[in-house]
């Protein structure tokens, strides 16, 4: 009840952190170097492993089944992002030539490309899974083979704020941990009042002094599990609708990428 949720397009989103319109951009921004180091912000940590995918209207392009096969094609692609120069980058570095066609946002740029205006689409994968899953005639279109790019994408923070930065890292941490401890939106008062394991008792604040080092109290994880639930459970409400597996997005000791550091 307390949070003003601001909707900006990739163009506007770093100049409305910078300013001060926003603390937190919580939008598909992937963390890299640039954005990291020359930018005024920091990320507290990767919340989705993506990559960037392409989709075709296989009814209308009945022949393209790769990459390859879009050599010379137009494709719809959204301003401010990432996206333009990782496609750059691969049609230079596999001979392609491709033909980039910019909109302003991603609501435009779908709808350009759904109306025809391109041979494909491009963006990160789980973008173009929320975009099919809406679609009555999803079973037209054909996400390709090829994963382009690394795409970790994470919160985003003004640089000059390191409590608020270590509560954003550290709440990304705890979901995760929840998880891997098996305390969940459902039962995190009774773990919290049960549990005699060392990891669920520093997650929920019966030990140790994680909330008072964060400028919080000790419920300060408990309150977070209770609006939202662990990681894992984020994930297949918001996620696993659109058709997307865990993949690298598990956890570390269920084969993915999701390791919480020590709440210790």
């Not at 790769?66 to 301003?79: G, Q, R």
Request: charged share 25%; aromatic share 8%.
């Amino acid at each position: 009840d307390k949070v003003k949720y601001v909707p900006l397009t990739a163009q506007q989103r770093f100049t409305a952190l910078q300013s001060g319109e926003i603390d937190l951009l919580s939008r598909n921004t992937t963390w890299n170097s640039k954005r990291d180091t020359t930018m005024g912000s920091v990320f507290p940590g990767v919340w989705f492993y993506d990559g960037q995918a392409f989709v075709i209207n296989s009814k209308k392009n009945p022949k393209v089944k790769k990459l390859a096969d879009l050599n010379k094609a137009s494709v719809c692609v959204e301003t401010g992002t990432t996206t333009e120069r990782n496609m750059a980058d691969y049609a230079r570095a596999n001979k392609l030539s491709f033909k980039p066609v910019v909109f302003e946002g991603q609501e435009a740029t779908e709808k350009a490309f759904q109306s025809g205006r391109c041979d494909a689409y491009t963006t990160d994968a789980s973008g173009i899974a929320a975009m099919l899953v809406n679609l009555p005639n999803r079973s037209d279109y054909t996400v390709l083979p090829e994963i382009i790019s690394k795409e970790p994408l994470a919160p985003m923070l003004r640089r000059n704020d390191q409590e608020f930065f270590a509560i954003a890292r550290w709440t990304i941490f705890a979901l995760q941990q929840a998880e891997e401890s098996g305390v969940t939106q459902a039962n995190v008062l009774r773990m919290k009042a049960e549990s005699k394991d060392p990891a669920v008792q520093r997650l929920t604040g019966t030990t140790g002094e994680i909330g008072k080092g964060l400028g919080l109290d000790a419920d300060w994880a408990v309150r977070a599990l209770q609006a939202v639930g662990n990681y894992g459970e984020s994930f297949e409400r918001n996620i696993k609708p659109l058709g997307l597996a865990r993949g690298m997005n598990a956890l570390w000791n269920k084969g993915g990428l999701m390791y919480p550091m020590p709440l210790d």
